[in-house]
């Protein structure tokens, strides 16, 4: 791998300008990442992936993208069918674990038929978040379950089918969102519960999880662990909870560098994120300004980040040789039953 920068961007638009194409260059991130407004037709976001690639001359630069399903999916219909919510499917395992798990591991399976054949090699799933009484919707029905043995369960079989169909998981929010009483787009939430408290349910589908190659952290304040700052810029929390707690050791990205719930301007916020020990920031909606302020203070990637990166892209496998139709038809027939 190429020298790169510990950053994931976005892009403006659907296609990318000669003025972005030249920052990336510049910059080289390490990898991209997809939303709404870059998606128009299924031809054009492959060719998008392709020109992203294009800019930093890496082939193998991780693009991700959001599709859970529910209300978090970027590609939507007529491009790709509406998907179940998490919630939804973790209705099924409750009704019929089994079929439940078997749905999870279709769905991702599916997702890896969409999306591989367009670039996108990462999707930002599964959600390990298990939501408490008092918890805002931002997190909801996405959540597989209310008990971290549902989400951890939900959560091995979405990651097995997305690494099955070529494509790699990120877990998220680590070490834990389901708390949070606020939308953290747009506020900082704090979170009151004990350390206990929180290794016997936020923690406890994370690790169970520990294993996987990347996971996106949480802006959340868990005063118990460390009053000041979310977990997201807290030493304490990604050096004692997530690393040594949870066992991550996989590359841990920032949740959105945009997002409200994170303070100081961008430079300032993209180096607390580095400086706590995040291998990489996640800056999504590509606003050059933000985003040159976010590359003024993101060193190339080395050591322990560096390791994880390479282990990344190592981890990618080619596609099982499962037939699509017949898993769309399986996984019709199982959230009909539902």
Known sequence: MSESAAVIFGCSGPVITADEQAFYRDVRPWGFILFGRNIVSLDQVAELTASLRDSIGRPD?????????????????????????????????????EAGLR??????????????????????????????????????????????????????????????????????????????????????????????????????????????AMAMSAHVVFSDIDPDNPATTSKTVIEDVIRDEIGFDGLLMSDDVSMNA??????????????????????????????????????????DALRRAKAVLAAFQSPDDSDEAALRDEFAGLMAAS
């Open 103 to 212: 749905a999870a591991w279709i769905l991702s399976r599916l997702h890896a038929f969409d999306l591989l054949k367009l670039g996108i090699t990462v999707n930002c799933l599964p959600v390990l978040d298990v939501p408490a009484p008092g918890g805002h919707e931002v997190i909801g029905s996405r959540a597989y379950g209310m008990t971290p043995e549902v989400v951890a369960d939900m959560g091995q079989a979405a990651c097995a089918g997305l690494k099955a169909g070529g494509m790699l998981p990120v877990i998220k929010h680590i070490p834990g969102h389901g708390r949070a009483d606020v939308d953290t787009h747009f506020q900082l939430p704090t979170v009151a519960a004990s350390r206990t408290e929180l290794q016997d349910r936020d923690f406890a589908p994370f690790k169970a999880l520990a294993g996987e």
């Open 262 to 303: 994170l303070s100081g301007d961008f430079a300032v916020r993209a180096g607390a994120i580095l400086g706590a020990g995040c291998d990489v920031s996640l800056h999504c909606n590509g606003v050059r300004a933000e985003m040159e302020a976010v590359a003024s203070v993101t060193p190339l990637l080395s050591g």
């Open 61 to 97: 630069a991780p693009v991700l993208i959001d599709q859970e399903g529910g209300r978090v999916q970027r590609f939507k219909p007529p491009l790709v069918p509406q998907y179940p919510s998490g919630a939804d499917l973790g209705g099924l395992y409750l009704a019929d674990k």
